[in-house]
Structure formats: C-alpha cells, structure tokens
C-alpha cells in the first residue's frame, strides 16, 4: 500500500502530475494566470500526512484483505469526486462554465430548484 500511496502522489504532485502539465491544469480556469498562481502557492503534503495515509491503507488492507475495504474497486469513484454543494461563487469567478455545468444542474435534477452557470 506504501508504494500505491507514493504512486497516486505522484500521479498528482510529480512533474507529469495532473498539478505538472501546466496547460491542461489550466483549461477548466477561465484565466489561466489564476492556475499558475494556485499551483505556485500550492503547499505539497506534508511528509506526516503521506504517513498517515499510508498508515490508513495499510490497516484497511491489514483488516479486510483489500483495498477499497467495502466497495468494487472498479466502480469505486475516483479520488476527484466532489460530495458536496458547490460553492457557485467561487466556480462563477474562477471556471470555465463548461467544467461545472453538470455539477450546477445538481440542484435541478435532485432537488426539483437552481440553475446552472451562466
């Protein structure tokens, strides 16, 4: 588990990293200085929070034998799988409508009221 964790840190943080590839990070931000200037005050994690978390994957996987403990894997959703409301405000100022339109339909479509960007 120590060595998925280093992966999906990597996958992430490294110089190939969804945070390295400046361009495509900056796609979803209606201007793109505002990504450059968000991967540059980005704070890497720190080295206990990587311990941490390896700590937690190696005990589920300890416990149960696997790794997710209750769920396929394969369906499992991804690690950038929002589980809360947007904040309209800040998706209005800083993204591009069409990186959040489904998202801002969530109300509409679950809810039975909202609108989407404009």
């Not at 400046?22 to 796609?27: C, E, G, M, Q, T």
Request: net charge negative.
């Amino acid at each position: 588990m120590d060595d998925a964790v280093d992966k999906v840190m990597e996958m992430k943080t490294g110089n190939n990293g969804a945070y390295g590839e400046k361009d495509i990070f900056a796609k979803p931000y209606k201007d793109p200085a505002q990504a450059s200037e968000y991967t540059r005050l980005m704070e890497p994690h720190s080295p206990k929070a990587v311990a941490y978390a390896k700590e937690i994957c190696n005990y589920i996987y300890d416990t149960y034998g696997r790794f997710p403990a209750h769920t396929n894997a394969f369906y499992n959703p991804g690690i950038w799988i929002q589980f809360s409301h947007l904040e309209s405000e800040y998706y209005e100022k800083f993204a591009q409508p069409w990186h959040w339109a489904r998202q801002s339909a969530h109300d509409g479509l679950w809810h039975g009221n909202g609108a989407g960007p404009s």
